[in-house]
């Protein structure tokens, strides 16, 4: 019913035309659920915004055609596109906070939908809506239609989003990133929701993400996206059971899980290429480990390879296919873990506490608190890795911040946390300063923890000066010229800004940073949720490589079920402040006893076909 | 001659320094260095720049000061001229002197009011002849005119003669930095070809020179805006008034930048009392009617002065204290909303995790507050700089207007426009203070505030640069 052929979309830049969208081509038939995969600037989004003509104004169609039932939208006038967009095509987006006007009830915006798109009015129109709500699992559907999107959880908002794209009954529904920005129990219930409508309505969806997860729980059929290009294209079972593009092979590879443990994962190196230039060879051909002369000389096209599949490779051409080298073994880290008896106790948590007080009135007078952490005890041995995991709001990072000794002026603390023997909740200024220098943090947002206003070196300077005032200035610079070796920086971007770096290469120099006073400890805040799948794998075998050498520990919090079966020796898991279990990882996540452990774990979605 | 600098006079070469030192560093720094670029790359960005740079030299013109010696015999001390001159008044020194009774229009030659005069035993009402504006006429009624277009038409042409040798001189420059020949590069600057819009800039100049010639040729034998009540050439007065205006800009900005940004950056980033005084503080200042307390701080400080002559040797001196702390005062009472601008911004800032993590390197609260905070809220400073500008020089304007402006003696847009209001009713009425004023102040707020709109376009990250 929607057929893509050879869409081009360029997007006009200071920096020169982004070809976005190159030669996309592909059908989606009705009632079927077309997952496009891709990392962060492989045209994925711009593809959805192409089909919807809601492109930015900076940008056009440059080619191709968008045919939704034999129509092609790109020729279409605007005034003709809006009566598609809605009636016909529907779109919901990644952040459900930001597609909600705050300032209307849901009821109305729901009601305005239903109205423009169909010949309800009124009364009709209203209990329309409320049928949606109550479609879509929203609990008290007559109640709710009249509150505003703020007294909503994120999950509840994506379910109204939902309900208003399917109000109008559209045949084709675009969900962009649906559930991104909601936690994994929450995810398993819209991807869930979103299963039956289709089932109900026999509609299509085109469903965006970078999850691969997400595709094996729900897709039918699969493109793979890279650099603006469609790489391979083909059913869930094909494409799960032999993934053909070497990329394909390398992101599910780039997966951390538990089969991987002890081994490096299969980071893609290097990065995906600016789409400002013009491409003569395979675009991958760079990161390619299977790359030959003839892949950077000339473009591959999409070869099928039977009925449903095709990818875009040399080693799959009809005519003198090259050899696709096998991925190169996976290395077994060595000795990962047979040091686990080894450490003494580094880091005990005992009862820890976190309140938040709650001011109101004239004087600001606190008037109660708000419990984030609640009783929380568990001990971390030296160069061992502790997975924190929760949900958002669980806890799990204001329990960091404590240790680290960061709330003190904004949240009361009682319990106990002792480092190394030094109690650090009574510790004076002079004893703290003294564990710092043991313990570090990593954050999650590699473009919020780095002053934009202070060169690299400044920033790796700074906890030295602080920390090590002992240390002289060629000391200093010796120590960071090795501490960019360490995480694999260039030499040279000591004087660069940290604007000038990707998102892997900032976290790296984030590392960099914790690592500049020798601490023991690393407090990991979900160091790699903000990167891409290959790039994560890369910090992730980073800081693996980095325990084995240094024998740091790490407190690693996290949302992230597959990182911490790749990488924790123990498991703590959070719910509202408290920890509801903990042991060995292994043992853990393996056979889970609590209700929630259990509910946690069985909703995370795994890159691989169920078996049977 | 004897050099004297006054308060002001160190203000500006202190903040002449400063934009040197600063300019200095941009060029140094690649992200400031293309930032202020794209500030000067947009077209009426830079030839608000223009404008601006030609006031502002002007203003440093009439900023270097002296007195003039009158007698050095040997063995006596040397004894200087009460008068305090600056360059300016030695270059205008001809419209300077040149002064009339009272009143006349522009590129009069009659006096606006009629005077008793006897010739030849007769006294008769007549409008007189000016004193130094026609002299050089014999019948002006009938020559005045050609004279006026001849004279102004000489002055264009010299100016125009000044634009093209300034623009030859860009060319040469831009052709030997490219490596290209002279007919390429000026090519390039007609066609927009630069990366700057030196074209824009060069058009700016050629207006300026124009405007100036043809003013300039005209001044030394008529008054060119008129005169005002006490016979003063307006042209003269108004040329001394840009020093005043700028004076007053900068110096209250330079006064409101350290208190607005540090109780800012502190309330914001300690929070907890510290935050809780401050907002008090600027709450109570923002409640109380600033002309209220300007008044009542100018009734101070000039029963101050009267009651030590002694520390203001000359009338200079002192009109100069008074300006001085006028503009003091405007920058104690102007630094509220700075302030409360930063300390949102702060508070902000404060939950960033690169702050954190200097937090958690034990990083001490002296050196987040200077190199992590102070740097990422320096964009906000800066804006608010270039538009507060413009806005204190017309709060001059009301202030004179109230009275409790600068010294009556000091020339200044506000008092030119306080003794113009009056006359306004007069038939026919006096309307070139007013216009001469208006006009001027009116270029140099404008430009300002173009120019600061550029800046702020540049800086402000959340606008779109296609």
Known sequence: MLK???????????????????????????????????????????????????????????????????????????????????????????????SLNPVLTIGRQIIEVVETHTELRGAAARSKAIDWLRRVGIPEPERRIDTYSFQMSGGQKQRVMIAMALATEPEFLIADEPTTALDVTVQKQILDLLLSLQRERGMSILLITHDLGVVAQVADRVGIMYAGELVELGTKDEFFSRPMHPYANGLLGALPDVEKRGHTLEAIPGRAPTLTQAFHGCRFAPRCHAATERCRAEAPALYAQGATHAVRCFGFAPTRPIAIAAVPERVAGAGAHNRREAGEVLLRADKLRVRFPIRSGLMQRITGYVDAVHEVSFELRQGQTLALVGESGSGKTTTGKAILQLLRSSAVVEGSA??????????????????????????????????????????????????????????????????????????????????????????????????????????????????????????????????????????????????????????????????????????????????????????????????? | ????????????????????????????????????????????????????????????????????????????????????????DHLLRKQQAGKERSYSAPLAYLAYEKEAVTTNGETRRIYPRLINAGTHLQDPARDRAADVITRGLVGAIKGMFVAGLLACLLTWFKSRRNGRGLAAAWSDIRSGRTRMPLRVVLGTVSVLCFLSGTVLALSVEYHVFGTDRVGNDLFYVVMKSLRTALVIGTLSTLVTMPIAVGLG??????????????????????????????????????????????????????????????????????????????????????????????????????????????????????????????????????????????????????????????????????????????????????????????????????????
């Open chain 2, 1 to 88: 001659m004897k050099i004297v600098v006054l308060w002001t006079d160190w203000v500006v070469f202190f903040v002449l320094a400063a934009t040197l030192l600063y300019a200095w560093n941009v060029l140094r720094t690649p992200h400031l260095a293309s930032t202020w670029r794209k500030a000067f790359a947009s077209p009426t960005g830079s030839a608000a720049a223009t404008v601006l740079a030609a006031f502002v030299a002007i203003g440093v013109l009439d900023t270097l000061h002296y007195r003039r010696l009158l007698s050095n015999s040997t063995g006596t001390a040397p004894t200087y001229g009460t008068e305090t001159l600056s360059l300016l």
């Open chain 2, 265 to 466: 950056i502190l309330a914001g980033y300690l929070g907890g009392w510290i935050d809780e005084v401050i907002q008090y503080i600027y709450t109570v200042i923002n409640s109380i009617p600033y002309v209220l307390l300007i008044a009542a701080t100018v009734l101070i400080l000039m029963t101050f002065i009267d009651n030590h002559a002694d520390l203001f040797p000359t009338a200079a001196n002192r009109t100069d204290a008074r300006l001085f702390f006028l503009c003091v005062i405007l920058g104690m009472t102007s630094w509220t909303d700075l302030c409360r601008l930063i300390r949102g911004e702060v508070i902000k800032l404060r939950e960033a995790e690169y702050i954190q993590a200097a937090q958690a390197f034990g990083v001490s609260t002296w050196r987040i507050l200077s190199v992590h905070l102070l740097p990422n809220v320096m964009h906000l400073i800066l804006i608010s700089m270039v538009i507060s500008f413009s806005g204190l020089v017309l709060a001059e304007a009301v202030l004179s207007y109230v009275g409790i402006g600068v010294d009556p003696a000091m020339q200044s847009f506000g008092t030119l426009i306080n003794t113009a209001r009056l006359e306004l009713s007069r038939k026919p009425a006096i309307w070139w203070t007013l216009a001469t004023a208006f006009s001027f102040m009116f270029t140099l707020v404008l430009s300002a505030n173009i120019f600061s709109d550029a800046v702020r376009d540049a800086f402000d990250p959340r606008a779109i640069h296609n």
């Open chain 1, 418 to 612: 002792t480092l190394k023997g030094l109690e650090l909740m009574t510790a004076n200024a002079r004893q703290l300063l003294g564990a710092r220098r043991q313990m570090q943090i990593i954050f999650q947002d590699p473009f919020g923890s780095l002053n934009p206003r202070m060169r690299v070196g400044e920033i790796l300077e700074e906890g030295i000066l602080s920390l090590l005032p002992e240390v002289t200035a060629v000391g200093r610079a010796q120590r960071i010229g090795a501490l960019l070796d360490k995480v694999g920086l260039p030499r040279n971007c000591l004087t660069r800004y940290p604007h000038e770096f990707s998102g892997g290469q900032r976290q790296r120099i984030a590392i960099a940073r914790a690592l500049a006073v020798d601490p023991q400890l690393i407090i990991c805040d979900e160091p790699t949720s903000a990167l891409d799948v290959s790039v994560q794998a890369q910090i992730l075998n980073l800081l693996k490589g980095l325990q084995q050498e240094l024998g740091v520990a790490y407190l690693f919090i996290t949302h992230n079920i597959g990182v911490v079966e790749y990488l924790a020796d123990h498991v703590a898991v959070m719910q509202g402040g408290r920890i509801v279990e903990a042991g060995l990882s292994a043992e853990l996540l393996s056979s889970p006893r609590h209700a929630y452990t259990q509910t946690l774990l069985a909703a995370v979605p795994r890159a691989r076909l169920k078996a049977g």
């Open chain 1, 4 to 98: 893509l052929d050879q869409l081009r979309t360029e997007i006009y830049s200071s920096q020169g035309t982004v070809v976005a969208v190159d030669g996309v081509t592909l059908d989606i038939q009705p009632g079927e659920t077309f997952a496009l995969v891709g990392e962060s600037g492989s045209g994925k989004s711009v593809t959805a915004l192409s089909i919807t003509r809601l492109l930015p104004d900076n940008a056009r169609v440059a080619a191709g055609s968008v045919l939704l039932d034999g129509t092609n939208l790109v020729d279409l006038a605007e005034r003709d596109m809006r009566r598609y967009r809605g009636r016909h095509i529907a779109m919901i987006f990644q952040e459900p906070a930001t």
